[in-house]
């Protein structure tokens, strides 16, 4: 009997933290809960989170997932997803009516309240983001049409013309490069020295401690291996963040996505997953590695996350 020749080794540094965050926790948990107190189907305007998987599922217990509100017949409850909607969207479901539940990450809604307060300020908000993302119609969509100029590139801000210098405010999405945006704000202050900022930095905290991870385990990592899908805005950055740090990294959906291939010179690869992203997905691909290689795990932490967000009060007592 011919014996299999051994396995060569591969460490895998999984970066921690990684995967669902709390605002992408309670969003699934909103459409879950919905779906046992009313029943399916139960509509979702835009995809709660930006995930095939998480998507998949939940329209496997009953949610229908919709682009617009026209889409929603008038007799079954609508969720609004993590990203936040604009203020015409709740309006139009009020006056027909609706059972809605809005489950907008409260990070989300907290630039929203100050988009407005700099708004009734008589300021002139710049918004950092990229064109065209939920999070970004659903904050420019808090405020009058022209109330809010949207800022994507370092080259954008500095051709900015504001009527008054003097009243400028910026806010930012939340899922951004910690990086790049720095330099978008840096570049705004060096032209408007009075630009007021946020009262604690937009970028929410589960970006900016996924980032950190990442940048931690890119420097000691031959590759990098980024669960998430390709229209996930924290999972793109994840990815962007090791390449800047010098790792080469691939952006995948799960285990199925993943070229072993790759793999075949490295000897130490990282892995970390989206903000959207499962953790079963996670295993998922480490199984997948260990179908070839002998793998073994080491957990490279970054910083300890506690935060947790309450449900609406409509579904409290279904919880």
């Not at 130490?268 to 079963?280: C, I, W």
Request: proline fraction near 6%; aromatic fraction near 4%.
């Amino acid at each position: 009997m011919t014996q299999s020749p051994a396995r060569r080794p591969l460490k895998v540094l999984l970066a921690a933290p990684r995967g669902f965050c709390a605002g992408v926790d309670r969003a699934i948990q909103i459409v879950e809960r919905a779906i046992e107190k009313y029943g399916a189907p139960v509509y979702v305007r835009h995809e709660i989170v930006h995930n095939r998987h998480v998507v998949e599922r939940l329209r496997n217990l009953g949610a229908v997932f919709v682009e617009e509100l026209h889409e929603c017949p008038d007799d079954r409850p609508v969720v609004f997803s993590a990203h936040g909607v604009p203020k015409s969207v709740p309006a139009e479901a009020s006056r027909r009516e609706m059972i809605y539940l809005d489950a907008t990450c409260p990070l989300v809604s907290k630039v929203h309240v100050e988009a407005q307060r700099h708004y009734d300020a008589g300021k002139e908000i710049v918004l950092i983001g990229h064109a065209g993302h939920p999070e970004v119609v659903g904050t420019m969509g808090q405020l009058p049409e022209g109330a809010v100029t949207l800022i994507e590139t370092v080259e954008d801000a500095q051709v900015y013309q504001p009527r008054d210098p003097s009243k400028v405010a910026f806010a930012t999405q939340t899922t951004l490069s910690v990086d790049d945006t720095a330099e978008i704000v840096a570049t705004l202050r060096a032209r408007f020295p009075d630009m007021a900022a946020p009262h604690k930095e937009d970028i929410c905290y589960a970006t900016t401690n996924r980032q950190e991870a990442v940048k931690g385990v890119a420097e000691k990592a031959d590759l990098l291996l980024v669960i998430g899908s390709a229209n996930s805005s924290n999972s793109v950055r994840l990815a962007e963040v090791g390449r800047r740090a010098g790792c080469p990294a691939h952006l995948i959906d799960d285990a199925g996505a993943l070229d072993l291939g790759w793999l075949d010179a490295v000897q130490v690869v990282g892995v970390t997953a989206g903000a959207s992203a499962p953790e079963d997905l996670v295993q998922g691909v480490i199984d997948r590695m260990a179908e070839r290689f002998a793998v073994t795990v080491e957990v490279a932490e970054a910083a300890r996350e506690t935060v947790s967000f309450k449900l609406p009060r409509a579904l409290a007592e279904t919880a």
